[in-house]
């Protein structure tokens, strides 16, 4: 997915099927990605992964942001 964040915006999810992961790459901007109680920052050309099989967010932080997200397992 090719997903555009507003500034302040944010995808909050419900948790996947068992054993689901995501995969972030950020584009541009900063973005939080909260799973469970895990919380990371990552910026341009970081990459997030994790477990999508609980609650997740992801939240854009600093203005807008862009983000290519692939989801695995679901």
Not at 7 to 33: D, F, I, N, Q
Request: aromatic share 4%; glycine share 12%; net charge negative.
């Amino acid at each position: 997915y090719d997903l555009s964040f507003s500034a302040g915006g944010a995808l909050v999810s419900k948790p996947h099927s068992a054993g689901c992961r995501e995969h972030l790459t950020v584009l541009e901007g900063v973005l939080a990605v909260r799973s469970g109680e895990a919380e990371e920052r990552v910026g341009v050309g970081d990459v997030a992964r994790y477990a999508a099989d609980r609650a997740h967010e992801i939240r854009a932080l600093d203005g807008a942001a862009r983000a290519i997200l692939i989801v695995q397992g679901s």
